[in-house]
């Protein structure tokens, strides 16, 4: 058994000592691998100088700054370039004369006094409509309830009826009334308003900034002003027939207590 041990630790010292010998054999090897390659980087080194673009020559790796070839050198930015003197920017200075304000003021108030009498207009002429017929109508059935009875007998209550509506009546005439003249007013100092520009351009046409603007809003305020005035006149003629038929109906209640009042004596003349 002993023997057999000592056989065996033989055995692995000669595998131990062939082992070795071979792997010092192939190292020799590897270092004179070693040396050609680095002497190649030096010829590669040598050929391409301070510009190295061959794989072999970098190492076969991307490397960044200092000289390893084109495109490769860092990029100092100068900060300085961002910063500039700053240059003095002229500023205009509109100035506009008296003149010039005063003639855009008459074409803006014309152009008001247009808005508004477009608007009410027809706010207006609903309300008269509406309003004055309601009461003239109240007139009629107060004039239709009327009959000699109550005339003789109940006249103070007939006359309180009466007078409640044509009070009511005459207020709102008069209010329509107040509606008109406004829009004739309104139209009157239009044409003033006109009247100044067409002056101002004739006068101060070489103190006036782009004439050819205002002119053109003249025209434009001339051609509403033409429609407007139909819109104006027809209000007026509706107030006016209105106010016509109210005088007919007080007319037509006189008439009829008259004429009550006056079978009445007839038919008990003594």
């Known amino acids: ?38 002497s190649k980087g030096k010829s590669a080194a040598t050929k391409y100088g301070d510009e ?23 990029i100092l930015f100068d900060d300085n370039t961002l ?44 309300f008269m409509r509406k309003e ?6 109240n007139l009629k059935k107060a004039i239709s309830s009327m009959h000699t009875y109550a005339l003789l007998n109940k006249r103070d209550v007939v ?15 008069a209010l329509c009334e107040e509606y008109k003249n406004e829009f004739q007013e309104n139209y009157i100092q239009m044409e003033k308003n006109q009247k100044f520009v067409e002056i101002g351009l004739q006068k101060n046409k070489n103190l006036i900034q782009n004439p050819e603007q205002l002119v053109k809003e003249y025209e434009l305020n001339k051609k509403d002003m033409f429609f407007i005035k139909k819109k104006i006149d027809y209000f007026t003629l509706l107030y ?22 006056a079978e009445h004596y007839e038919l008990h003349k003594p």
Not at 107 to 112: F, G, L
Not at 132 to 137: G, T
């Open 132 to 137: 004055v017929m309601n009461d003239i109508n």
């Open 1 to 38: 058994m002993k023997n057999i041990k000592i056989l065996f630790i033989l055995i692995l010292t000669i595998l131990l000592i062939f082992s070795l010998s071979f792997a010092s054999g192939g190292g020799g090897g590897g270092g004179e691998e070693s040396k050609e390659g680095s």
């Open 52 to 74: 190295i673009t061959a794989p072999e020559a970098m190492g076969g790796g991307m490397r960044l700054g200092g000289n390893f070839g084109k495109g490769t050198d860092a």
């Open 83 to 126: 910063v500039s003197t700053p240059v003095p920017t002229v500023t205009p200075i509109y100035k506009f004369t008296k003149e010039q304000t005063e003639l855009w003021s008459a074409i803006r108030d014309t152009k008001d006094l247009l808005a508004r009498c477009r608007v009410d207009l027809k706010r207006y002429e609903k």
């Open 159 to 173: 006359e309180h009826i009466w007078n409640e509506n044509l009070t009511k009546a005459q207020n709102t005439i």
């Open 240 to 261: 006016e027939d209105y106010v016509s038929k109210f005088n007919q109906t007080v007319a037509e209640k006189e008439k009829k207590v008259e004429k009550l009042l």
